[in-house]
């Protein structure tokens, strides 16, 4: 079976940073691209970027851009998003998904991981 | 960046009524590169249509994909209490961005 599963939650200060992972098993890591998506409290979806773990090519939002970085560990079919100057705006939970291509629907999804920002 | 604009905010309806939810883009989408998912509370988005018209694997054919004009549809034929969720629709062409939600209620 296909799943994304995600570390847990986390609580950091503003202007810290923060960095969740999302192990994918049952296919072939390399095949699937990996994006981020973020749902602050009570809010809908919002896209933050995206990798491809064959390449390590990556692209993102472009309001994240510098503040957020995808990388990949092929050797744990694991990719990671880390998040730097964090400020309360950005509690939310954030999810992994796969897409088969780069412009492809998002079929499988990570659990999800809560990410609080509290001074 | 295509903004989509989904309608109505908050639907209330019966079991076994049809629903019908409305996704419109800022500017134009290829139906090859529009998705429907589903929200349910405390879980992970799950996809229900991509390509505009074709269902994500499992997903039952009370729910179908269309397009009208420049809006793009979900419906949701024989509804049942388990339908209660939000749901998204994306655009993933240009870029990835989503709608702002429907929320289904069911009666």
């Known amino acids: 079976q296909v799943h994304l599963v995600q570390s847990g939650a986390e609580v950091r200060k503003p202007g810290a940073s923060v960095k969740v992972s999302c192990e994918a098993s049952?296919?072939?890591?390399?095949?699937?691209?990996l994006h981020w998506v973020r749902q602050a409290p009570g809010q809908g979806l919002e896209w933050m970027g995206i990798?491809?773990?064959?390449?390590?090519?990556?692209a993102y939002a472009q309001r994240l851009q510098g503040r957020v970085t995808i990388s990949r560990d092929t050797s744990t079919n694991t990719v990671y998003m880390e998040m730097s100057s964090l400020r309360s705006e950005d509690t939310a939970v954030y999810y992994c998904?796969?897409?088969?291509?780069?412009?492809?629907?998002?079929?499988?999804w990570g659990q999800g991981t809560m990410v609080t920002v509290s001074s | 960046e295509i903004v989509l604009t989904q309608s109505p905010a908050t639907l209330s309806l019966s079991p076994g009524e049809r629903a019908t939810l409305s996704c419109r883009a800022s500017?134009?989408?290829?139906?090859?590169?529009l998705g429907w998912y589903l929200q349910k509370p405390g879980q992970a988005p799950r996809l229900l249509i991509y390509?505009?018209?074709s269902r994500a694997t499992g997903i039952p054919d009370r729910f179908s994909g269309g397009k009208s004009g420049t809006d793009f549809t979900l419906t949701i034929s024989r509804l049942e209490p388990e339908d209660s969720a939000v749901y998204y629709c994306q655009q993933y062409g240009n870029l990835y961005t989503f709608g702002q939600g429907t929320k289904l209620e069911i009666k």
């Open positions: 998904a796969r897409g088969y291509s780069s412009d492809d629907a998002f079929d499988i």
């Open positions: 049952g296919y072939s890591f390399t095949t699937y691209y």
């Open positions: 990798i491809n773990p064959n390449s390590g090519s990556t």
């Open positions: 500017q134009w989408v290829s139906a090859s590169y």
């Open positions: 390509g505009a018209f």
